[in-house]
């Protein structure tokens, strides 16, 4: 895998929205940021793990992709941030946010194996999972401080390569602003899976039950790929 510096983009991704960076909503964003960072502010994730999805996930590799919103504007107790660049995740160690207990409730019950209390999800990325927030940077302790900003835009961009130029992806949209963002995905060419969030607010309204996971994987097998090791 060729390796690049910390932040940077992955070649691969480059090679097909590279050209997002040089837009003029991309250059708007970028000051926002520095402006930000220069008046104190705290951002999450660190900034060599913006692009984590990316980078763990090259675009040649990508099966799935799980959409989610905005990284987690957290710290555990230990003043570690939650977020690391991979929507739904959290570094080793830091506690299971309530969503990701409840996905791992669901990969338990759907596919009868334990899950252990690690929230890393670095594995998923490694093997094709695309784990792409739609606003890949936030304020800490300010929920949805970086939308509209330009990410948006951005991440709109990559998931509309991958519909385009990839066939046979999983898209996984867990509520309504998810499944607004991928509306576009051709279904002719994908697998388009929807529920409600895995929120405590809704997961029992869908979620638990939906058997998204097995799913993903009855769908990869059939198309003659290896499917996901979903355990952690």
Same mark, same amino acid.
């Given at each position: 895998m060729i390796q690049q510096k910390p932040g940077q983009l992955?070649?691969?991704?480059?090679?097909?929205?590279?050209d997002e960076l040089e837009k003029p909503y991309m250059q708007v964003l970028r000051h926002f940021l520095k402006e930000e960072k220069a008046a104190g502010k705290v951002i999450f994730p660190p900034? +060599?793990?913006?692009? /984590?999805?990316? /980078?763990?996930t090259p675009f040649e590799q990508v099966r799935v992709v799980i959409i989610g919103q905005d990284p987690y504007h957290g710290q555990d107790n230990n003043g570690? +941030?939650?977020?690391? @660049?991979?929507?739904?995740?959290? +570094?080793? @160690?830091? =506690?299971? +946010?309530? #969503?990701l207990m409840n996905i791992f409730k669901e990969i338990?019950?759907?596919?009868?194996?334990?899950?252990s209390r690690n929230g890393d999800l670095t594995a998923? =990325?490694?093997?094709?999972? *695309?784990?792409l927030n739609a606003t890949l940077t936030v304020e800490q302790a300010k929920a949805g401080a970086h939308q509209g900003k330009g990410w948006e835009?951005?991440?709109d961009a990559a998931? =509309?390569?991958?519909?385009?130029? !990839?066939?046979? *992806?999983?898209?996984?949209?867990?509520?309504?602003?998810?499944?607004? $963002? @991928?509306?576009f995905?051709?279904? #002719? $060419?994908? *697998?388009? *899976? $929807?529920?409600?969030?895995?929120?405590?607010?809704?997961?029992? !309204?869908?979620?638990? @039950?939906?058997?998204?996971?097995?799913?993903?994987?009855?769908?990869l097998t059939q198309r003659g790929q290896i499917p996901i090791n979903w355990q952690l």
């Open positions: 992955h070649p691969s991704w480059l090679a097909v929205i590279g900034s +060599p793990l913006i692009f /984590n999805a990316f /980078n763990h570690q +941030p939650q977020a690391h @660049g991979l929507s739904f995740s959290v +570094p080793n @160690g830091v =506690a299971l +946010p309530p #969503s338990s019950t759907d596919l009868n194996i334990k899950m998923w =990325a490694e093997q094709g999972v *695309l784990l835009t951005f991440t998931i =509309a390569a991958l519909n385009a130029h !990839r066939e046979g *992806l999983v898209f996984v949209l867990w509520g309504s602003y998810a499944q607004k $963002k @991928g509306a995905i051709d279904e #002719s $060419k994908h *697998l388009v *899976l $929807k529920s409600v969030h895995p929120s405590p607010l809704s997961a029992h !309204r869908g979620f638990f @039950g939906n058997h998204q996971f097995s799913t993903i994987n009855k769908y």
